[in-house]
T-cell receptor, first 117, second 113 residues
């Protein structure tokens, strides 16, 4: 149980285009999902907290108009990188909490590798 | 605010030797502590977690960690390293059920045959 999926697993796009990444909790409901970015050989940096039915909470330094987050249901959150540039190339990982488990363990998706040309 | 320090960005051990990955945390309240493993181009897999129950926590793949409040540490150990243990390991802390995890910078474990 507690499986999180991400789609796509890998995407290559041209500079200036937008890319949408989906994060789904497959067998549990998640009112809160988190989006992280990981540059090569570095740790995970929290970008934003996605709350179902309300606006996402962004970390300092993360542009909310560039990284659009929509958490429309209890099992789906999407991250859209708008007008992507090469510096946005990174590994994007989402995670979700299973409220029914009563702990704050986060379950992670497999990640999405974004390459902007 | 909570933080995590992982000493040693790279640890190399021989196959069969003891694995010790260090993690020190900072938190103003009793923390929730986690160790995750990441294989190349993959997401994170939970190894073990401390949530104020037993101070010695056993996880998957033979790993365990001991919570030491006096030392603010949560070091990860495994008695005998296996080649398949080579990966990146992250320690993470959270101070409540409602806050996201804060990760350390990670330690890359290499296992030498």
């Amino acid at each position: 149980g507690a499986v999180v999926s991400q789609h796509p697993s890998r995407v290559i796009c041209k500079s200036g285009t937008s890319v949408k990444i989906e994060c789904r909790s497959l067998d549990f409901q998640a009112t809160t999902m988190f989006w992280y970015r990981q540059f090569p050989k570095q740790s995970l940096m929290l970008m934003a907290t996605s709350n179902e039915g309300s606006k996402a909470t962004y970390e300092q330094g993360v542009e909310k108009d560039k990284f659009l987050i929509n958490h429309a249901s209890l099992t789906l959150s999407t991250l859209t990188v708008t007008s992507a540039h090469p510096e946005d190339s990174s590994f994007y990982i989402c995670s979700a909490r299973d409220l029914d488990r009563g702990s704050n363990e986060q379950f992670f998706g497999p990640g999405t590798r974004l390459t902007v040309l | 605010a909570q933080s995590v320090t992982q000493l040693g960005s790279h640890v190399s051990v021989s196959e069969g030797a003891l694995v010790l990955l260090r993690c020190n945390y900072s938190s103003s309240v009793p923390p929730y502590l986690f160790w995750y493993v990441q294989y190349p181009n993959q997401g994170l897999q939970l190894l073990l977690k401390y949530t104020s129950a037993a101070t010695l926590v056993k996880g998957i793949n033979g790993f365990e960690a001991e919570f030491k409040k006096s030392e603010t540490s949560f070091h990860l150990t495994k008695p005998s390293a296996h080649m398949s243990d080579a990966a990146e390991y992250f320690c993470a802390v959270s101070d409540s059920r409602n806050t996201p995890l804060v990760f350390g910078k990670g330690t890359r474990l290499s296992v030498i045959a």
